[in-house]
């Protein structure tokens, strides 16, 4: 009975995920597409972190989905469209350079976790602080720049 109650669960939860994204096209879906694979990959990396259970060779899959991802942020958010669904606040444009600067510090600490997960050298505690580092790039960017 368990099993059945939380996969309906599960269920509602994405097609609410589904329904914010529901009509919405151009631009704007682009943007949230890539914030998706974005967020998938950081809750994922952060689920880690919390578990202490490190599964390395998808740590540098996932990171390398965020570096690239983050990557293309400047060339996404060029384009002013705004979708009434949109989380984006107008701030984006109006602070470009901050903006862009935070795009830039999240794909800096993607590649951190990329490029270190599998040496010797990135321990738990490393790991463990890595992605924390990674996930407060999130969390300054969504402050100033995504609707509550």
Do not use: N
Not at 54 to 59: E, N, Q, Y
Not at 76 to 95: N, Q, S, Y
């Amino acid at each position: 009975m368990r099993g059945i109650v939380l996969t309906i669960l599960f269920a509602a939860l994405l097609s609410g995920a589904a329904l914010a994204h529901e009509g919405v096209t151009g631009p704007t879906k682009i943007r949230m597409d890539l914030m998706k694979d974005i967020g998938k990959a950081t809750k994922t990396l952060g689920k880690m972190a919390k578990s202490g259970t490190f599964d390395r060779p998808l740590m540098v899959d996932l990171a390398g989905v965020i570096a690239r991802q983050g990557a293309r942020v400047d060339e996404v958010f060029t384009d002013r469209h705004m979708h009434p669904k949109t989380e984006a606040l107008p701030a984006i444009w109006e602070e470009w350079e901050t903006f862009s600067a935070q795009g830039r510090d999240m794909v800096e600490a993607a590649h951190a976790i990329e490029t270190r997960a599998m040496t010797k050298a990135a321990d738990e505690a490393w790991l463990r602080t890595a992605i924390k580092d990674l996930g407060a790039t999130c969390k300054a960017c969504h402050d100033d720049f995504k609707k509550d």
